[in-house]
């Protein structure tokens, strides 16, 4: 692994990282924040809702602190705000380079795509943990400063954040084997929006509509079950392994695909 | 003399003429080599062969004994590069960008040299590139290129965007690189620069190698026009059989023009005999021998 591509990775991202940190971080603390009065209105609103999201509460009760979390943990906002930086990192790599033209300077260099690929890897990887690690951090201070920790204390935060993590560096990673293929970053950043949403509404649509459970394992979200770590419950080794072994296997289709391609830079 | 480039057969098409086919090519270390051809000839992708950018469908091309392709990094940590279409990261400063290179390359640049080349450039390596002029990108394309003190220079027509002042800096710089012991493999469009520049040229066309000629011989091809006016008839048949290499290329009543290839004593006898009223003998340029190289390559 090339380590100046790796620092560059993160040093030239460093105001976006950051933005995004302090956003998540922003967006947890404030839902934290809400969540006494909405507890004490959990009753109304869930009468307010209609049938068919009231089917999403039923394993998740949001007037608990582990539902509430797992509720908050799958909120659109704090999904796209966790899932900004695999995507644009993973685009701006490889098919970005290219279309900036930008590549061939250190393709021209002793550094070999190996290197290169994986440098921008763990960049991906690295970024997320610290953008997911601010938001989960809001959610166990603010939950503890309110007195409202879930079932599963802070270990559950924890392994509820690295499950989250997971899912995202999983994306992430899809999305490079993209930008290994590509030469727009355009594409990469269509693709990764296009393919979580798809993954996010299957696996809403899957808790709502039985015949949708068929192909539910499909989604890479129907993996991601907060709740079970909140709560204090077992976490379910699926929730871990699948998003694991979707990384490695994107990230290896994706670096032999920048090794083997013809790069007219 | 040890050689910096050898290809053999080296073959990359994209479709039938377009790429090098069979290219077999050996540049000397110590030279300056022109590569020359028209737009989509296979230059561009010759040199993506050499830096492991594209693969070889057949054939081989080894930097210093080394494959290109198997010993990748090993030859790329010899080359200095530049791009035909230079495109900086804008976000950066120029010597930011320089500590960026040298760091990827995990060998510092020698910093007198690089003011050396900085200086005679007039470059604010301060500068952020965002702000740079498209001359003063290609100064920093060239700056990148020459300060690792690489032993051989890959330049994809280096004094694109410079203003001719800054052309006569490059060509100094280059000179004093070359002095140094350094081997220069560069394609061009300008051959008065490749005609000065230069001790060897290699000439492509439709990804085919035409030729590869010292300068000097492909001086001695030149191409140059005559121009006559008779002061009288003359049977212009028997009058250009009597010149060697010399092709009619238009009449009008008693005034000629002749294309030109060699036999200076025998011209000049042969004009003493004549009739003339008038002459004039324009200058040959290698732009001239190139272009008659593509007119008659088969």
């Not at chain 2, 050996?26 to 000839?41: D, M």
Request: hydrophobic share 50%; with cysteine; glycine share 8%.
């Amino acid at each position: 692994m090339s380590l100046a591509v790796f620092r560059r990775s993160l040093f030239e991202a460093r105001w976006i990282l950051g933005g995004l940190g302090l956003a998540l971080a922003g967006f947890s603390a404030l839902l934290t924040a809400i969540f006494p009065s909405f507890r004490a209105q959990a009753a109304l609103v869930e009468r307010l809702l209609p049938s068919f999201v009231r089917m999403l509460l039923t394993a998740a009760p949001i007037d608990r602190p582990e539902g509430f979390l797992s509720w908050a943990f799958q909120h659109p906002v704090w999904l796209a705000l966790a899932l900004a930086w695999p995507i644009a990192a993973a685009g701006s790599a490889i098919a970005g380079e290219i279309e900036r033209g930008t590549l061939a300077w250190v393709l021209a260099t002793p550094v070999s795509r190996t290197g290169y690929f994986s440098a921008r890897a763990l960049a991906i990887v690295l970024g997320e943990a610290l953008v997911v690690g601010a938001g989960a951090a809001a959610f166990g201070i603010g939950s503890w400063r309110l007195g409202d920790l879930p079932a599963g204390g802070g270990r559950g935060i924890l392994l509820a954040a690295v499950e989250a993590w997971l899912l995202f560096v999983a994306i992430g990673s899809i999305c490079l084997a993209v930008s290994a293929l590509t030469r727009e970053a355009g594409r990469v950043y269509a693709f990764g929006i296009g393919f979580s949403a798809a993954s996010q509404i299957l696996s809403l649509l899957a808790q709502m509509w039985a015949p949708a459970r068929a192909i539910v394992g499909i989604s890479l979200f129907a993996y991601f079950r907060p709740f079970d770590a909140l709560a204090g419950h077992a976490v379910r080794a699926t929730s871990f392994c699948v998003p694991l072994g979707v990384s490695v296997v994107a990230l290896l289709a994706g670096w032999q695909a920048f090794k083997r391609r013809a790069l007219a830079i | 003399m040890a050689a910096a480039i050898v290809t053999r057969h080296l073959t990359k098409l994209y479709a039938p003429g377009k790429g090098v086919e069979g290219l077999d090519l050996t540049v000397p270390e110590g030279s300056l080599f022109g590569f020359l051809g028209p737009n989509g000839a296979g230059k561009t992708t010759t040199i993506r062969l050499l830096l492991d950018f594209l693969r070889p469908q057949h054939g081989s091309c080894q930097i210093f004994g080394r494959d290109c392709q198997q010993e990748a990094l090993a030859t790329r940590q010899q080359i200095g590069f530049l791009p035909g279409e230079v495109r900086l990261p804008e976000s950066m400063r120029v010597d930011e960008f320089l500590r960026y290179l040298e760091q990827v390359r995990k060998r510092p640049f020698d910093p007198t040299w690089e003011r050396t080349i900085a200086e005679a450039l007039e470059l604010d390596t301060r500068a952020c590139i965002r702000t740079l002029s498209k001359g003063n990108k290609q100064k920093v394309g060239l700056l990148q290129a020459l300060a690792p003190r690489p032993r051989l220079l890959v330049l994809d027509e280096p004094t694109e965007g410079l203003d001719p002042l800054v052309q006569q800096v490059f060509y100094a710089l280059l000179q004093s690189y070359r002095e140094g012991g350094g081997t220069v493999f560069m394609s061009s469009h300008i051959l008065s620069e490749v005609e000065r520049l230069c001790d060897r040229v290699a000439i492509l066309r439709d990804g085919r190698l035409v030729t590869t000629e010292q300068i000097e011989v492909l001086r001695r091809r030149k191409v140059r026009h005559l121009e006559l006016e008779f002061a009288a008839d003359v049977d212009l048949a028997q009058f250009v059989a009597q010149l060697p290499g010399a092709t009619l290329m238009s009449a009008h009543g008693r005034s000629v023009r002749l294309a030109v290839t060699d036999g200076g004593e025998a011209i000049v006898r042969a004009l003493a005999s004549a009739p003339i009223a008038d002459f004039s003998f324009a200058p040959a340029s290698l732009e001239e021998a190139f272009l008659d190289f593509y007119r008659s390559a088969p």
